[in-house]
């Protein structure tokens, strides 16, 4: 049997529905377990990325008692360790996403060393070796505003700041112990040095990741058919502990201009009473603008000629039913040329998805070596089906609801669509359901960021719109590490 070539999205007719329209949005909502999670990831990455960090060194004068003019120097600070505690968080505030790493503890190593003349002694005294030094109360405070730059995401730092609450110095090497008093002199450096270092390589970070972003794709080819517009619609809206990320959404033409779409963002957080990181919404007007390409790029056309009671495509089996088809071409095999009339329409409710479709079905005889149209049929199909997923795959299955007929033409006398009824619902439900689901069965994959696996997903519908309610997992931390903030 030939390949119906509708493509999956087609396909998603079991998990889907009607509504056309010209305003159609995908929204994605990251809920508060999602932005923990978020915090959790970035934080690490965050931590990975800072360490090793070299601070500057510094270098001062001190004149002791009895022994005169020291000079004492630091020498290759570097911070080499960072350890977030647990009372971290991330929020959206008034100005944008706030992020609070509080109760940090960090190492740093560094070298120390001295020299002095003293009228004691007619020569120069020197010393050195190396430290090691813990910090204690560490804050970090970071404020980040996200807006839409002309359907991309732009990202910057309003607020960035680090505070430093104690220091322990511990002395290695020389007489380290009795020149203790004389290394507590760089504490205030190490500090400030620290406080200032940190927020400036997180706003660098943040211009990469600011790149990044505005880099991404307006539209993403799904094939040489359609393409999927990925411009951002307004502002990113946050809510009370969450925030909400609205994209156009709609399935275009592969050479098609990207439009921009202004839709008010509709924050929702429902789903079904389960509490998940993240929620992806989509509109049925995705489904249906990705049908509309497809059927306009003619791929909607299915050449039937295997079925399960192949004595269905012989005239032979219709002698009685429409007896013209048999006297003029009796026992020859039969094709059934199937196209669609229009767009099939997807319509999902909060009971159920559906769709309805409307096809031509043109029955070929081959007649020796000639293909001989002689009847074309109008089939309007109403259909319903159920959404499932698991991992980063959504599978559908699909039922026949109900259908009609109608004699578009003949070649062959006029027959009533009675007569054919029951074989047409025998190959509707034997032929045309089967083949939706055992492609529907095979899964689509939701687009997710590489290494970012959906775990426990909950799909809901309600009107006019299909969501996935999903915890996220991260597979491989290493990965992060490739990104430009990074």
């Known amino acids: 049997m030939a390949c119906l070539r509708l493509l999956p999205l087609l396909l998603l007719l079991s998990a889907a529905a009607e509504a056309a329209g010209d305003e159609a949005h995908v929204s994605a909502v990251v809920a508060e377990k999602g932005l923990a999670f978020a915090k959790d990831v970035l934080i690490g990455e965050a931590v990975r990325s800072l360490t090793p960090l070299r601070l500057p060194g510094s ?19 570097t911070l080499f360790h960072l350890d977030v505690g647990e009372d971290s968080a991330i929020y959206p505030g008034d100005s944008g996403l706030v992020v609070v790493a509080s109760g940090i503890t960090a190492n740093i190593s560094m ?26 109360g560490m804050e970090v405070g970071i404020t980040m505003v996200i807006k839409n730059s002309n359907g991309s995401l732009a990202l910057s730092i309003s607020q960035c700041g680090c505070y430093v609450k104690d ?29 200032k270092a940190i927020p ?25 058919v359609a393409a999927l517009n990925m411009t951002f619609v307004n502002d990113p809206h946050c809510g009370n502990s969450s925030i909400e990320f609205d994209i156009n959404g709609l399935i ?7 439009n921009y779409l202004q839709k008010h963002p509709q924050l929702s957080l429902s789903c079904g009473g389960a509490s998940k990181m993240l929620l992806l919404s989509l509109d049925e007007d995705v489904f249906n603008s990705a049908l509309e390409v497809y059927f306009k790029a003619g791929s909607m056309h299915w050449i039937v000629d295997k079925v399960s009671d192949q004595s269905l495509l012989n005239t032979a089996s219709w002698k009685f039913i429409i007896p013209h088809l ?20 997807i319509s999902i409710t909060s009971e159920k998805i559906g769709a309805t479709i409307n096809a031509d079905m043109i029955i070929d005889v081959l007649d020796g070596k000639e293909t001989v149209p002689v009847a074309c049929i109008s089939v309007v199909v109403s259909a319903s089906g159920v959404v499932e997923a698991s991992g980063n795959k959504v599978y559908g299955k699909v039922g026949l609801d109900n259908f009609s007929l109608a004699l578009k033409w003949s070649k062959i006398g006029n027959f009533h669509m009675s007569l054919i009824q029951g074989v047409i619902r025998v190959f509707l439900n034997t032929v045309c359901m089967p083949y939706l689901n055992s492609r529907l069965g095979n899964g689509f994959i939701v687009p997710v960021v590489h290494d970012f696996t959906l775990k426990d997903v909950y799909v809901l519908t309600t009107a006019e719109q299909l969501t996935l309610c999903s915890d996220v997992t991260f597979t491989n931390a290493s990965s992060l590490a490739s990104l430009p903030v990074l």
């Open 111 to 136: 070298d120390w060393s001295y020299c002095y003349d003293s009228w004691l002694f007619p020569i120069e005294i020197a010393d050195s070796g190396t430290a090691s030094i813990l910090v204690q």
């Open 59 to 77: 270098e001062k004068a001190v004149r002791v008692p009895f022994l005169g003019g020291i000079r004492v120097a630091a020498s290759n600070i």
């Open 200 to 224: 400036e390589n997180i706003i660098e970070g943040t211009g990469k990741l600011d790149s990044f972003l505005r880099g991404l794709p307006r539209s993403v080819s799904l094939d040489n």
């Open 326 to 345: 048999y006297w003029n071409y009796p026992n020859d095999d039969m094709l059934l040329n199937i196209s669609m009339a229009s767009s099939p329409v």
């Open 252 to 258: 275009t033409s592969a050479v098609a201009k990207t």
């Open 167 to 195: 220091l322990v110095i511990s002395l290695d090497g020389g007489a380290s112990w009795f020149y203790q008093g004389f290394i507590n002199a760089f504490e205030d450096h190490i500090k400030a040095a620290v406080e």
